[in-house]
């Protein structure tokens, strides 16, 4: 993986639990401007870089219906698996007609939760326990009389 600032990699991190979170009550992801010509009925959600194990970095824009890396455009219905690993800021995609392909970077992490939440409307994909660790409780404040 290349180096990346901190706070970058804090940053999307906080980002996916916060978007975790949210499509775990229901929510969706929120558009953005569009960078890219978007198709009819398309929404862009972001743009940023990646590095592409085994290739280089590009950018990585995240629409409701594609997921474009450079020059390359994979419509998200081509997409039949993601393994994501957010403490290691990774995300594996199997692509019908590409095979395996693993992006790594600060804001990847986001990238898996829209992508779940776009492919099976949940922020994790079928048969992954929750990712993030649940926030704590807080103790019920006793009155003593």
Sequence with gaps: MSVYDPGQLLAGYRSMSMLAGLVERGGRPAAVSP????????KQYGWFPVDVVGGDRRLAVV???RL???????????VTGLRPRPDEW???LDVRGHGTMEVIGPWVPWLGVVLCAEIYGAAWPPGYARMIPAPRRAKRLVTIQ
């Design 90 to 92: 990774a995300l594996a």
């Design 35 to 42: 960078t890219v010509p978007l198709w009819a009925g398309e």
């Design 68 to 78: 474009l890396l450079g020059d390359e455009s994979f419509a998200l219905r081509t």
């Design 63 to 65: 629409t409701n219906r």
